[in-house]
C-alpha cells in the first residue's frame, strides 16, 4: 500500500473524519488504513466484538479508531453516527455472501439488507453531517452488479442495487454538494473468494479472462477510493467505476 499512498499528499484528508463501515476485515480494512494514512481520523467499524479486540492490539492499526455497529440496526446507526460531531467521508463498505444459501428466503433477506439497505441507512444518518462538510459517499458495487452468478442470487441483486441507489442518492445529495460514487470491485483475494483463488484451476480462470493476468488485492481499491473523496474528484458524482483489472470486459 506504499506506493499507492505516496502517490497523494501525505496530509490530503488531515483535519478530517471518515467513517467505513464493514471495515474489520478484507476490502473495508484496506479502505481505513488508506484513509488514516492520508491524515484522516478514520472510524472503522464491523458486527465482531471478537475482531474488534483483535485488531485494537496491532500497532499498524492505532491510527483507527473501531467501533462494533450492525448495519442492520437502524436504531443503533441513528445514535452512532451523529456523536461523530463532523463527517467528512461515508465509505459503505459492509458485505456479505451466502453461496447457494441464498436461495432459502432468510438467508436471502439478510444478504440484501447488510450488502445494500445498511449503506442507504447509513448515508442517510449520515446526511446532516456530510452536508455541513459538502463531503462525500463512496458505494461498494461489484463485478456482480453487471455479470451473474447462479450460486449468489440475493449477492448479485444487492450490487446491482447499489449502482442504482448511487444514482439516486447523488441526486438527492448533489444540491448540497454531497458527491455519490461507487466502486465495483472484481476479483481480489480476502477470505470472501479464498475458496476460488486458493484453488489453482479456479484461479487460473480468473486471471485468464483478467485484462491484468492477475487477481486484484484489497490495496488495488484504495487508491480509487482516495481519488474518488478527494478534491481531485469535485465533478464526479453519481458513477460507479470499476477496479476489476478489466474482468467485466473480457472474454474466455
Given at each position: 500500500?506504499?506506493?499507492i499512498l505516496?502517490?497523494f499528499?501525505?496530509?490530503?484528508?488531515?483535519?478530517?473524519?471518515?467513517?467505513v463501515?464493514?471495515?474489520?476485515?478484507?476490502?473495508g480494512?484496506a479502505?481505513?488504513?488508506g484513509?488514516?494514512g492520508?491524515?484522516?481520523?478514520?472510524?472503522a467499524?464491523?458486527t465482531?466484538?471478537a475482531?474488534?479486540?483483535?485488531?485494537?492490539?496491532?500497532?499498524a492499526l492505532?491510527?483507527?479508531r473501531?467501533?462494533?455497529l450492525d448495519?442492520?440496526d437502524?436504531?443503533?446507526i441513528?445514535?452512532?453516527?451523529p456523536t461523530?460531531?463532523?463527517?467528512?467521508?461515508?465509505?459503505n463498505?459492509?458485505?456479505?455472501?451466502?453461496p447457494d444459501?441464498?436461495?432459502?428466503e432468510?438467508?436471502?433477506?439478510?444478504?440484501i439488507?447488510?450488502?445494500l439497505?445498511?449503506?442507504m441507512?447509513?448515508a442517510m444518518?449520515?446526511?446532516?453531517?456530510?452536508?455541513?462538510?459538502?463531503?462525500?459517499v463512496?458505494?461498494?458495487?461489484?463485478m456482480?452488479?453487471?455479470?451473474?452468478d447462479?450460486r449468489?442470487?440475493?449477492?448479485?441483486?444487492s450490487?446491482?442495487?447499489?449502482?442504482?441507489?448511487?444514482?439516486?442518492?447523488?441526486?438527492?445529495f448533489g444540491?448540497d454538494?454531497?458527491?455519490?460514487?461507487?466502486?465495483?470491485?472484481g476479483?481480489?483475494?480476502?477470505?470472501?473468494?479464498?475458496?476460488?483463488?486458493?484453488v489453482?484451476?479456479?484461479?487460473?480462470?480468473?486471471?485468464?479472462r483478467?485484462?491484468?493476468?492477475?487477481?486484484g488485492?484489497?490495496?488495488?481499491?484504495?487508491?480509487?477510493?482516495?481519488f474518488l473523496a478527494?478534491?481531485?474528484?469535485l465533478?464526479?458524482?453519481?458513477t460507479t467505476l470499476?477496479?476489476?483489472?478489466?474482468?467485466v470486459?473480457?472474454?474466455?
Open positions: 500500500m506504499k506506493d505516496n502517490t499528499r501525505k496530509d490530503l484528508f488531515a483535519g478530517q473524519k471518515v467513517l463501515s464493514g471495515a474489520t476485515s478484507g476490502i480494512l479502505i481505513a488504513q484513509f488514516a492520508m491524515g484522516a481520523e478514520v472510524i467499524t464491523g465482531s466484538r475482531k474488534i479486540d483483535k485488531l485494537v492490539t496491532d500497532p492505532s491510527g483507527i473501531f467501533e462494533q448495519g442492520r437502524r436504531a443503533a441513528d445514535r452512532f453516527v461523530l460531531g463532523q463527517l467528512s467521508v461515508l465509505v463498505a459492509a458485505g456479505i455472501v451466502k444459501d441464498e436461495f432459502n432468510d438467508a436471502y433477506m439478510d444478504v439488507d447488510v450488502n439497505n445498511s449503506a441507512r447509513f444518518a449520515a446526511y446532516p453531517l456530510l452536508k455541513q462538510s459538502k463531503g462525500a463512496i458505494n461498494t458495487a461489484s456482480l452488479s453487471y455479470l451473474a447462479d449468489v442470487p440475493a449477492y448479485c441483486a450490487k446491482t442495487g447499489i449502482v442504482g441507489l448511487t444514482r439516486a442518492l447523488a441526486h438527492k444540491p454538494g454531497i458527491r455519490v460514487n461507487s466502486i465495483a470491485p476479483y481480489h483475494k480476502t477470505t470472501m473468494t479464498e475458496d476460488i483463488w486458493s489453482p484451476e479456479l484461479a487460473g480462470k480468473i486471471v485468464h483478467t485484462a491484468l493476468k492477475r487477481w488485492t484489497v490495496d488495488d481499491l484504495v487508491g480509487t477510493c482516495l478527494s478534491p481531485a474528484a465533478y464526479v458524482t453519481g470499476p477496479v476489476d483489472g478489466g474482468y470486459n473480457g472474454g474466455w
